[in-house]
């Protein structure tokens, strides 16, 4: 079944310490995008990528960092620089070239910094 | 820079009624989409509908409706017969091209639809 995984389902990690999320795509698509989600907040992207090894930051990626060496897959690496790291992620993927409208999301990762 | 308002944080319906989200958006461009999600306790987001904004008639997809109204840059959300299932938090969305033709999703801060049996 094609689809986007991201794992683990549930982070821990110490303050302080990096941590890589991951997020995979069988669907062929092109375009790949984080998504941090808060209480109250909505869905905030975080970086996107439309190509391999080419991406740009959206609205708060200060603390974050991506690469995207394979059209699959799109790591999201949250480092010690991130000052309030502790929400849920969610990355999401979309066929470009086209008119395609629609982002097709993955389950999540909640990560918990202590 | 798009905004989008939801300014409903909660809802709440009775079975088999109907209930209608709000949302409003400020853009300058005069082509675009707008999206409604679903958020159920899974956390999965689910595109609900969507809207073209070149396109004057209102979608529909089976119980669940939208008025638009791209001059009040209004786009509200008519779920029909409310179902149990319906409970969840909805976004609404708007597309814009953020350079390159990425299509950046802007959100709103989502409305919690609780479902009363």
């Known amino acids: 079944d094609g689809g986007i995984t991201q794992s683990p389902k549930y982070l821990f990690r110490k303050e302080g310490q990096n941590v890589t999320l991951s997020c995979e795509q069988n669907l062929n698509h092109d375009a790949m995008y984080w998504y941090r989600q808060d209480p109250g907040q909505g869905l905030r992207l975080i970086y996107y990528?439309?190509?391999?090894?080419?991406?740009q930051k959206g609205d708060i990626a200060e603390g974050y960092s991506v690469s995207r060496e394979k059209k699959e897959s799109f790591p999201l690496t949250v480092t010690s620089a991130q000052k309030n790291p502790t929400a849920f992620y969610l990355c999401?993927?979309?066929?470009?070239?086209?008119?395609?409208?629609?982002?097709?999301f993955g389950p999540g990762t909640r990560l918990t910094v202590t | 820079a798009q905004t989008v308002t939801q300014s409903q944080p909660e809802m709440s319906v009775q079975e088999a009624e109907t209930v209608t989200l709000s949302c409003t958006y400020d853009t300058s461009e005069s082509d675009y989409y707008l999206f409604w999600y679903k958020q159920p306790p899974s956390r999965q987001m689910i595109l609900v509908i969507r809207?073209?904004?070149?396109?004057?008639q209102n979608a529909t997809e089976n119980r669940f409706s939208v008025n638009f109204q791209k001059a009040a840059k209004s786009f509200s959300l008519k779920i029909s017969d409310s179902q149990l299932g319906d409970a969840a938090m909805y976004f609404c969305?708007?597309?814009?091209?953020?350079?390159?033709?990425?299509?950046?999703?802007?959100f709103g801060k989502g409305t919690k639809l609780s479902v009363i049996p």
């Open positions: 809207q073209e904004a070149y396109k004057q």
């Open positions: 990528s439309q190509i391999v090894n080419d991406f």
């Open positions: 969305a708007y597309r814009s091209e953020g350079g390159a033709g990425s299509y950046q999703l802007t």
């Open positions: 999401a993927s979309r066929l470009a070239g086209t008119d395609s409208y629609e982002q097709y």
